[in-house]
């Protein structure tokens, strides 16, 4: 079933059924090269944009379209179920599996919202403000927990060293990087790795830690102190110079160096990646071109 459409906004040819032409639309304003991840979206948009009448028994149901209340001067344009609101609802519940350890569950959260932040619509450019800063977060723990659960799967004591620490670098909220500085510290000394121990301990203290994880961070650095701060192990890692992690390397990409950013998420990488799918995204290409996100009509105009 599909309906006319004259919407400037993808989601709205989404909604009437319209996919090829959606397709094409965030291709060019998103840089969407991999659209597999996002048929859960188009289905339950293009669904919850018609309503299934019931008529006689034994006839099919009468599909109706549904309108949003703004529309434009040459007609109505489809309802849209994925609002801002309903994200901001799904950030905070992301937020908590974060804070209990359900990474997994965490990581499906974040990137789900990554993945709808384009189908949102809203009236005004301060709205979209709102997105971009939802996109911005919502990528960030998404490469977070996947350095993560990467780490978990690591055979290589060393790189199981460095995605802590990189983890720890990641822009999360407060607590979260309490959290990821207490494990990387824990891991670390237990792997005699005395100098990095004592500086995220150091940056532990720095964040006002709980009382008896201060004294574990104080306890830390005494004994680092104690041998030399000497590491058992090379890391590629230097924490006076900030960095971002590359998802397709899982090495740092210091500040100073080149790099590239998905088309999508924007998240960086090194040049030698151009062209390949984006693993935080899963849906953007590393180095592609975009016009830039459209989703509400003063944008389009």
Known sequence: YQRRVHGQLAVDHIAAGHFDTAMQMLHRQCGVASFAPLKPHFMAIYTGATAA??????????????????????????????????????????????TDGKFVEAQQHFRHILHSVMFVTVKDKAAVGELKELMTISREYTAALRLELLRKEATSITQQLELAVYFTHCNLQTAHQALTLGAAMSANFKAKNYGVAASTAK????????????????????????NQNANAHKLDYDDKNPFVVCPHSLKALYRGKEQIRCAYCYQACFPKYRGQLCP??????????????????????
């Not at 940056?203 to 104690?226: C, G, P, S, Y």
């Not at 953007?284 to 975009?290: E, F, I, L, N, P």
């Not at 830039?292 to 389009?300: K, P």
């Open 280 to 301: 935080v995204c899963q849906i953007g290409v590393s180095g592609g071109d975009a016009s830039g996100m459209v989703n509400c009509l003063e944008q389009a105009k």
């Open 203 to 226: 940056r532990l203290l720095e964040l006002n830690a709980a009382t008896k994880t201060a004294q574990q961070a104080r306890k830390v650095i005494q004994l680092a102190e104690q």
């Open 53 to 98: 009448v019931p008529v006689m028994p034994l006839l099919p149901a009468h599909l109706h379209p549904i309108s949003r209340p703004e529309g434009e001067r040459r007609g109505p344009l489809p309802a849209v179920a994925t609002s801002l609101a309903a994200l901001s609802d799904r950030l905070k519940v992301a937020y908590k599996a974060t």
